[in-house]
């Protein structure tokens, strides 16, 4: 398994022009803001009574599984792998347990989104 680089897309998330000059796309801006929320789910679920530290660590083991090529290419792919014909097999438990995926603690929410933009972007 390789590890991860921040992804190209982080100048399309910032808005930097790409070596062509040319500005991205909305919808690419669109596509990274959609991989983060992904990210940021995952984390408030998976860890959102956890330390920094634990939250961190999920975010790490996402983005290491789209690192490797026997998962999915995408956040929300490894996210989502599994679980879509039987409850309770997917990768994360929180994604196919049949309950709201809406976030209800908004501080645990917040802080979750600071930390999965952290870490898709690199920064920590």
């Not at 909305?26 to 408030?44: S, T, W």
């Not at 983005?63 to 290419?73: E, H, I, Q, S, Y």
């Not at 997917?90 to 802080?111: H, I, K």
């Amino acid at each position: 398994m390789t590890s991860y680089r921040p992804w190209p897309a982080i100048a399309v998330l910032v808005g930097l022009t790409m070596a062509t000059g040319a500005v991205a796309p909305a919808d690419a801006r669109v596509a990274v803001e959609d991989e983060i929320r992904c990210l940021a789910l995952n984390v408030y679920f998976e860890s959102r009574s956890e330390p920094d530290v634990g939250k961190l660590a999920v975010a790490h083991v996402v983005m290491n599984l789209v690192a490797d090529r026997r998962f999915a290419g995408s956040v929300c792919g490894v996210i989502r792998q599994g679980g879509d014909k039987v409850r309770h097999k997917c990768q994360f438990s929180w994604w196919c347990d049949g309950q709201t995926d809406r976030p209800l603690e908004a501080r645990a929410w917040e802080r979750s989104r600071a930390i999965a933009r952290a870490v898709y972007l690199g920064v920590t």
